[in-house]
């Protein structure tokens, strides 16, 4: 079955630290994954998709696919950074489509 | 600003009523997607529509429909409302024919059953 897994449900570091965000997928296919931030229960804002290979705040996330992982990493963490990040998979294909998102972890950056 | 809009920004409802929730997609995207986010259930596709069809289904009570209108905004209908179904409701968009199919997500809608 198609899953994606956020073990950590909480990542509490402070201001300067690296920060990990991990994220594992179970998809037979060829994976398209996501990184999405969520700030106080607002909008889903798209951080990264991995196909981009970009560096969005700092962010960057590199797809393993003989690990199944799309963790989410940068290395000087700040205060606005603290939020709720989620990893999602896209299944579907063409016009069709639906994320399957992570249960989502907290960032917490402290001073 | 993803330019995807939700109305209204919150409802607060009773047990057993019917409440309508209004997306409109950002301009250009023919897909519209249904999402729920609770605290219980994390974040949960319920439903997509491209162009007006429906394309995709994932975990839509019976109770729940939704439609895509010629101009594109969609509709998202919730009857018989139960206590259990406030929650955050998250409408996205996008441009499959872009390539990437990247989805955009509105501000929700904070439906409360009381």
């Known amino acids: 079955a198609q899953r994606v897994t956020q073990p950590e449900k909480l990542l509490s570091v402070f201001k300067g630290a690296p920060v990990e965000l991990k994220c594992n997928y179970s998809y037979s296919g060829s994976p398209e994954l996501f990184w999405y931030v969520q700030y106080s229960r607002q909008r889903l804002q798209l951080l990264l998709r991995?196909?981009s290979r970009e560096s969005i705040k700092g962010f960057t996330a590199d797809l393993n696919k003989g690990e199944t992982s799309f963790h989410l990493k940068k290395p000087f963490a700040q205060e606005e950074d603290s939020a709720m990040y989620y990893c999602?998979?896209?299944?579907?294909?063409?016009?069709?489509?639906?994320?399957?998102f992570g249960q989502g972890t907290t960032l917490q950056v402290k001073p | 600003d993803s330019g995807v809009t939700q109305t209204p920004k919150h409802l607060i409802t009773a047990t057993g009523q019917r409440v309508t929730l209004r997306c409109s997609p950002r301009s250009g995207d023919l897909s519209v997607y249904w999402y729920q986010q609770s605290l219980d259930q994390g974040l949960q596709f319920l439903i997509q529509?491209?162009?007006?069809?429906?394309?995709a289904k994932g975990n839509i009570l019976e109770r729940f429909s939704a439609q895509q209108f010629p101009d594109l905004h969609s509709e998202l209908n919730l009857s018989s409302l139960e206590l259990g179904d406030s929650a955050l409701y998250f409408c996205?968009?996008?441009?499959?024919?872009?390539?990437?199919?990247?989805?955009?997500f509105g501000p929700g809608t904070r439906l409360t059953v009381l």
């Open positions: 991995h196909i």
């Open positions: 529509y491209y162009n007006g069809e429906e394309r």
């Open positions: 996205a968009s996008s441009n499959p024919s872009g390539g990437a199919d990247t989805q955009y």
């Open positions: 999602a998979l896209r299944l579907g294909s063409g016009n069709t489509g639906k994320l399957i």
